[in-house]
């Protein structure tokens, strides 16, 4: 049954006439569980300042708002929200400690969830009287509700929860004095709740950009290390500059035993870690590829078989291979969906060259590529790029830098360093002060 009430504390005091008056001060008068209940808001006010760990405080404050109110068990219910649906954060039920039950509530159902909904404090006397009242969660835990005293958690303008307070000790039903003790340490209980998920999502922020610092510069020492040092009688200047801290851009130059040289450049489809995952993984497969491969169009149909079983969420990217052949002055490129390359002539003046383009590797299990074959004369310089270049957009006028590549590719002869920064510096100048909108490569190959 109920635990029996405290003892009323008795005073006796003789009068004039010699009567006895007696008054009895009742420990649970209004006046002092509302007393009780100030005591506990404040505990609630210290605690909000002096924990920073999530469960920990709401244990706290449910055993606060359990003891000073006087309840068999205090709960708390957060919002999930990708379903709407309240689930039981915790629940506290005194000698039983806290427990988590697994119970979730769907929207507007039960006391707690049309609190929520309504986001109005509710006391209810007779749990089983009320048609509102969810049955299925005392079916669930074998616990048995009489009285419930309900309460929004608002903060930030929004309901997040409810503070719930089932069967008060000692009789049968909850009053309004409690009621609104319970309303105040929700507001509390909100506020805390408010506060902590700020810090968690600063600590997540903070995790997640030292997350993503290691990753570029992984990424940038991984491109850096892309173009061997020593190279069989070819020369290459490489630009990589990501949209956000990793990107699905990637580059490399293989030398091979036989005199020639191999190089490849691609984007992968979308931005951030999964893209970079991709790249490097491509990158880490591409001297094995061309090993295996006896030409361009044979190490992009090598590479689309490898790759295509094993792609993720649709993703795919573009590329282009290639081999230099610097005893015949020769370079051969295979194109997988990527942008046209230039070829810049000796005076100076560049031109787009019509690379047959095959489907983007990951699109389809078989896909057949074509070589494209190109005399590359002295001082002359091939370019190469993505779309994150072809694409970039004007400041004024929206145009996209492909239109003016070609002109901008031109100029007096230079170095493939010269030729690179002269397009880095054209590209800075039709975006302006505009962000990127993709990752943006670009290498420059030459015969020495």
């Given at each position: 049954m109920y635990k029996e009430r405290p003892p009323a504390l008795?005073?006796?005091?003789?009068c004039g006439e010699g009567l006895f008056v007696t008054i009895e001060t009742m420990l649970d008068s209004p006046l002092h569980r509302s007393l009780a209940i100030h005591k506990g808001l404040v505990e609630v006010s210290a605690l909000i300042n002096g924990i920073s760990d999530h469960e920990a405080l709401l244990r706290e404050v449910l055993d606060v708002a359990r003891r000073v109110i006087g309840a068999e068990a205090a709960s708390i219910f957060i919002e999930e929200e990708?379903?709407?649906?309240l689930r039981l954060e915790m629940d506290a039920r005194g000698i039983k400690g806290v427990e988590k039950p697994g119970i979730v509530i769907p929207r507007g159902v039960g006391i707690a969830g049309w609190v929520y909904e309504k986001g109005a404090p509710q006391l209810v006397p007779d749990a089983y009287a009320d048609k509102r009242f969810f049955k299925e969660a005392d079916k669930k835990t074998g616990f048995k509700t009489r009285s419930i005293l309900c309460a929004p958690l608002i903060a930030g303008g929004k309901t997040i929860g409810v503070l719930q307070l089932l069967n008060p000790l000692g009789k049968d039903t909850f009053d309004q004095v409690e009621l609104e003790g319970l309303v105040a340490h929700a507001n509390l209980a909100a506020t805390a709740i408010w506060k902590l998920r700020a810090l968690d999502r600063e600590r997540e922020r903070e995790r997640l950009e030292r997350d993503l610092a290691v990753a570029s510069e992984i990424q940038s020492e991984l491109l850096e290390r892309a173009i061997p040092d020593i190279l069989n009688a070819v020369t290459f200047a490489a630009y990589n500059v990501p949209a956000a801290w990793v990107g699905g851009d990637f580059y490399g130059v293989f030398a091979r035993d036989d005199g020639g040289t191999d190089f490849?450049?691609?984007d992968v489809s979308g931005k951030g870690m999964p893209a970079a995952l991709l790249m490097a993984q491509i990158l880490s497969a591409m001297p094995f590829v061309f090993q295996a491969s006896s030409d361009p169009a044979a190490a992009m149909?090598?590479?689309n078989r490898t790759f295509c079983a094993?792609?993720?969420?649709?993703?795919f990217f573009t590329a282009i291979s290639g081999r230099m052949m610097p005893g015949q002055r020769k370079v051969v490129l295979a194109s997988a969906g990527h942008p046209s390359p230039l070829l810049v002539r000796n005076q100076g003046e560049a031109e787009e060259l019509r690379v047959p383009m095959g489907l983007p590797v990951g699109v389809m299990p078989v896909s057949a590529y074509q070589n494209f074959t190109f005399a590359l004369g002295e001082d002359e310089r091939f370019v190469i790029y993505t779309d994150g270049l072809a694409e970039s957009r004007?400041?004024?006028d929206g145009r996209m830098f492909q239109d003016i590549l070609v002109t901008e590719a031109s100029g007096p002869p230079a170095s493939c360093k010269g030729i690179l920064q002269r397009l880095v510096d054209a590209e800075l100048r039709h975006r302006g002060a505009h962000p990127a909108r993709d990752d943006l490569t670009m290498m420059v190959g030459a015969f020495e």
């Open positions: 008795v005073s006796k005091n003789w990708s379903s709407g649906q490849v450049i691609g149909e090598m590479l094993g792609m993720v969420r649709g993703m004007c400041q004024f």
